[in-house]
């Protein structure tokens, strides 16, 4: 018997039209995302650098050559190297096909547009062609290539030397021993490397979390870190039960209130350090008064030291803001020591401490201390044991509910706020460099860490903003330099501490005013006088309480803009045209506290026209109603009943006019349009001019007797 003959060999797929698998029929949706060229900062190989002018980019793995040979559906032929048929997720053309080469595996975090890896046993998303893994280290690390395993090392690295001095810093600001700070340097970065969306954003202590530490753990490391499980706890219950949406009734102006008085008080109150004093109050007003009290006992020493530390971070910071960004056909000496300037301006903070350590050092050596020194630390890693629920102090012990009583409404203040600091600074990082991220995920990110954290004697921790933008400026591709960063300040608790009893407090003062300056916006109140002034008020009433108590400040911005906002819905602008109708314009929806102001207004208006004329409410721009507002209206129907004025509906969207046709309004009628009303009306005994009705929607009043006016 003849073979049967062969089919020919259906040919290979062009880039951007073939399947992921290379297969003859197979296409896609996103068939073209192959040879799209990739955003700068996605995580891909062409874009994952970040923000810095001169960050190295990560490096697309080295292509592996292969063959094209037309290939029949499902056939494999032999000689080809296994690797040759890898393909990563995202590239949609057959080997061999592309001319740029096979698409690097690239980094996408949660939510990017890219499809995941696919992982076996996962369900797809409803909806969803992609499956969507319950871990987001899932969704990186099968893809992850060794070429981005050096730029994440250095990224690790640059954090890791800014921690190691912000921790011992921050740990002071809050009113600590200065271990803490590292005890709670650590397990955010690894949790966050599990459980994070975004490939950036680094969590730790930070100046802002640690003033809000300092009000409501009363300079006791166990409350510290018992509001860090409290707040753990706080945050992954939001997680859970998607509640994030909850941070979106804290305004810009109060965020920015806050931040903004936080960086002077923070700022404030490192002057004591700088300047030497010791026995000066924590709260703002007697700090203020303290220092200016006694300003002659500055110590010389400590004032030049911390004054020198400033200038020079100050030096490197303006240094790495105006860096050229390095060219790759530079010579390789240039390219060279600009590396050496990033890497000096990037680490400004350890260099700084380090210079100051050694300089105390050596005045030791001569038997003369000008400065005073952070003192000794005790040396190891802590202890993994549960927070204390109780605090044992000499008069007996502090119970747990007297604890939680103590920490008051600090235990909705610092989850709140750790929240909102953290999410803001992903969203900002993640749109600039082009992914996107999952708040909730976040939420939950950040609650184990702090949850985990307080295990390890951690206190509250969140979102740096500043070691998060070293973290992209150094060219993290990956969450996996978190790792690094984490081991670095554990190698320091184990075997450095010893070395930290010769940093000069004049000096982290000097790290902490360096880190909270550039955060006063003192533009926000020029920008709100110019485009919103009633914003001014939230930002007015949280900038200048924060300065008394932190939370007072917090609480009573968010009322001041909850107020607000209730105003805009109880007083909706309401505009009334006077022509052949009232025409009765809404500007949003009609809820219960805007009703009685609807009726009064069209009531003053239709009663006082003259001549009288039908009233025609116009609901273009009313997207939902409530009960009250239906009992409303159908007082206000009743009432011009009364009077003998016709009252007419129009432009209503489906779900209102539902409603309202559910309520059974007695005389309810309503039009898609307002020439249909008009001509509707026209048919009403006495009231032929409602015909004009069609042309007064584009000509503006031109008798007297017609006049437009906006009802606040």
Not at 557 to 568: A, D, T
Request: charged share 10%; net charge positive; with cysteine.
């Amino acid at each position: 018997m003849a073979p049967a003959p062969v089919p020919a060999a259906a040919p290979a797929p062009a880039a951007g039209t073939g399947g992921s698998s290379g297969r003859p029929g197979s296409s896609s949706p996103r068939s073209h995302e192959a040879s799209r060229p990739l955003r700068s900062g996605a995580g891909g190989a062409a874009g994952c650098a970040g923000l810095a002018p001169a960050a190295p980019r990560c490096p697309a793995p080295s292509p592996v050559p292969t063959r094209r040979v037309p290939l029949r559906p499902r056939y494999r032929p032999a000689g080809i190297p296994l690797r040759s048929r890898y393909r990563p997720a995202g590239s949609r053309s057959a080997p061999g096909t592309d001319p740029q080469g096979p698409s690097p595996p690239r980094y996408r975090p949660a939510g990017s547009r890219s499809a995941p890896v696919r992982a076996r046993g996962v369900r797809a998303m409803p909806g969803s062609r992609c499956p969507l893994p319950a871990l987001p280290v899932l969704r990186w690390l099968p893809r992850y290539s060794r070429a981005w395993l050096p730029l994440d090392v250095l990224a690790g690295l640059a954090v890791g030397l800014t921690a190691v001095p912000q921790a011992l810093a921050y740990a002071e600001l809050a009113g600590l021993p200065l271990q803490y700070g590292l005890y709670s340097s650590f397990m955010g970065c690894f949790a966050y490397c599990l459980l994070g969306t975004a490939k950036d954003v680094t969590l730790g202590p930070t100046a802002i979390m640690s003033l809000l530490v300092s009000s409501y753990a009363f300079q006791q490391p166990a409350y510290a870190v018992l509001l860090a499980f409290l707040s753990g706890c706080v945050q992954l219950a939001m997680g859970l039960l998607r509640l994030g949406f909850l941070l979106d009734f804290i305004s810009c102006p109060v965020i920015k209130g806050f931040t903004s008085a936080a960086s002077i008080t923070i700022s404030f109150n490192q002057v004591k350090n700088i300047l030497g004093l010791q026995g000066i109050p924590r709260q703002f007003f007697l700090q203020l008064y303290e220092t200016l009290r006694r300003i002659g006992e500055t110590r010389a020493g400590d004032a030049l030291l911390g004054l020198s530390c400033l200038a020079a971070l100050a030096g490197l910071r303006a240094m790495k803001s105006h860096l050229p960004q390095a060219v790759p056909t530079t010579p390789p000496a240039v390219r060279i020591s600009h590396l050496i300037v990033w890497i000096c301006a990037t680490a400004r903070n350890a260099l700084v401490v380090l210079f100051a350590g050694l300089v105390a050092y050596s005045f030791q050596v001569m038997g003369c201390q000008p400065f005073r020194l952070t003192g000794s630390i005790p040396q190891g890693l802590p202890p993994f044991r549960p927070p204390p629920f109780s605090l044992a102090v000499p008069n007996g012990t502090i119970p747990f509910p007297s604890m939680l009583q103590d920490m008051g409404v600090g235990l909705a203040v610092v989850p709140l706020m750790g929240l909102l600091e953290s999410v803001a600074i992903a969203k900002a990082f993640a749109s600039q460099n082009g992914y996107r991220i999952d708040p909730n995920q976040e939420l939950l990110a950040l609650g184990v860490a702090n949850a985990l954290g307080s295990f390890v004697s951690s206190y509250p921790v969140t979102g740096s903003f500043g070691r998060t933008a070293v973290n992209a400026q150094s060219g993290v591709c990956t969450p996996a330099g978190g790792l690094v960063t984490g081991a670095l300040v554990l190698l320091s608790l184990a075997y450095l501490t010893s070395l930290f009893y010769y940093i000069p407090k004049a000096a982290l003062a000097a790290v902490i005013i360096s880190a909270v300056v550039p955060v006063f916006d003192a533009g926000i109140f020029w920008r709100l006088w110019r485009v919103q002034r009633l914003d001014l008020v939230p930002l007015c009433v949280t900038f200048l309480l924060c300065f008394w108590e932190v939370q007072y400040g917090i609480v009573a911005g968010v009322l001041v803009s909850g107020l607000l906002l209730l105003h805009s819905i109880a007083r909706p602008p309401v505009k009334v045209s006077e022509g052949a109708v009232l025409l009765v314009q809404l500007g949003s929806s009609l809820h219960f506290p805007a009703v009685e102001h609807l009726r009064s207004s069209v009531c003053s208006r239709a009663l006082a026209a003259s001549p009288a004329r039908p009233v025609l409410l116009d609901c273009s721009h009313v997207s939902s109603i409530d009960y009250t507002a239906v009992l409303g209206l159908a007082e206000l129907l009743q009432e011009l009943h009364r009077h003998g004025l016709p009252l007419a509906f129009c432009a209503l969207q489906e779900p209102v006019l539902q409603v309202l046709l559910s309520a059974d309004i007695e005389g309810f009628q309503h039009f898609p349009s307002r020439e249909e009303a008009g001509e509707a009306l026209a048919a009403l005994p006495g009231w032929e001019r409602c015909r004009e009705l069609g042309g007064s929607r584009a000509e503006p009043p031109t008798s007297p007797a017609q006049s437009t006016g906006l009802i606040q």
